[in-house]
């Protein structure tokens, strides 16, 4: 398959939108779970901790599976594995209608609907940058935002059709809706080229397979001409009618051949693929070797191993808040009345503004992007201390536009991830601190959950997010610093291709 350059534009603008649209589908009812999350814990009658698991898969169940995700996109290609997981997705939530238990809701609604969003996003993610180069940072920023306009929309739509049609009404309908994603993935038209002609058959190519003769250099010369004799005389007896006499001794002779040279050439073939067998597992397990090698050296560098804590720590405490904001409320007996919005719509769009404000921060030379993260992490923090004091809407409002604006840091973690290991190992490196995050948006709801459980009130649950944000951050910030950074130069252990965070301002 040969691949254009990309165009920049054109039909790339069209990947866009329909990028846009499916992660606007696909993340909508996932990142505004928290308004199922109220119903669930009404009509199944389970504690917040257990049910907090099935909001906290689906968001984190995607970036766990990850590296199949990818493997997936890489083997079937973008448009097939769209449409198959726009039927996973869809498929999920309706089948979440028919739920008769807590554990029914973990299958369909947290691992089916979470691997169809890991699986859509990636494959959005990557026919974009197929069609762009120089715009990808812009065209990846759009396609961002949908997931944080499909929280902000779904938050309400959920909670409108909830009150029209029920729990169930709600799950087939966004359902339906998902089934939208189908279209989208039909319009992501791989880039290709359709102009240039195949490339021409090789002389190799070209040779009748009776010919081919495998590990040619490694047979004899006995060998090499009773299989050469073989087809030469099945194409001639196939192409050609030759008189009874020359038949009849040419086939005496061929079956002579054969039977003797039958069994020496059948074993040397079964030794030959068994050694091939063998180099290949040799090969694979050295490939296997060099990844955790490699993934050695990464952590050997230290501000890799302190943005690794830090992401998992921001994840855990961080990620609650967009789950539990709205149980939060009526735990501190707010009046419905008096909800002007509700607060994870708030959170959603904050994000959205979050994500292209930090983005655009990010670009200048004169900002450092590891300070700017840092920073991002400390004010989330000091914002989940906040939580527990307030005991209004307005309050809770503005501190789910605070929580939701830091959240936005995610446009910026690639920057960091860049400038932490550099662009050669930036594939493996984000690779595993996605793993992580993945890992930490599963754990972070059940352990906030948990301690509501176990304490009747919030209070402790965001002391202990906060407290877990603030130690990623500080811990970040100290090896970050220029002290620290002049003695890990001074070390000089680690590999050429593994860069130390430089926090000089024209970093």
Known sequence: MVFRK????????VIVVVSFFTQFLCYGSPLAVGVLYLEWLDVFGEGKGKTAWVGSLANGIGLLASPVCSICVSSFGARPVAIFSGFMVAGGLMMSSFAPNIYFLYISYGIVVGLGCGLLYTATVTITCHYFDKRRGLALGLISTGSSVGLFVYAALQRELIDL??????LLIVGALSLNILACGSLMRPLESSDSPPPEKTCIDKVPEQYFVYHEKDKTVEEN????EKGYVDEKCANNMPDYKQDS???KNVLNSINVNEKDTYKKKVVEQTNFCKQLAKRKWQLYLNYWEETMVLFKNKVFSALFVAILLFDIGGFPPSLLMEDVARSANINEDDYHMPLISIIGIMTAVGKLTLGILADFKWV???YLYVTTLLMTGVALFAIPFAKGYLTLAMLSGV???LTGNWSIFPYVTTKTVGIEKLTHAYGILMFFAGLGNSLGPPIVGWFYDWTQEYDTAFYFSGFCVLLGGFLLLLVALPCWNACTNQSSKLPPNTYSYKVASSA
Not at 6 to 13: A, K, L, M, Q, S
Not at 165 to 170: A, N, T
Not at 225 to 228: E, K
Request: charged share 5%.
């Open 249 to 251: 001794i040419l086939n």
């Open 6 to 13: 990309p165009p920049d534009g054109g039909w790339g603008w």
């Open 368 to 370: 450092n992007t590891l």
């Open 165 to 170: 049609y029920g729990l169930d009404g709600c």
């Open 403 to 405: 929580l939701g604006f």
């Open 225 to 228: 001409i009773s299989i050469l």
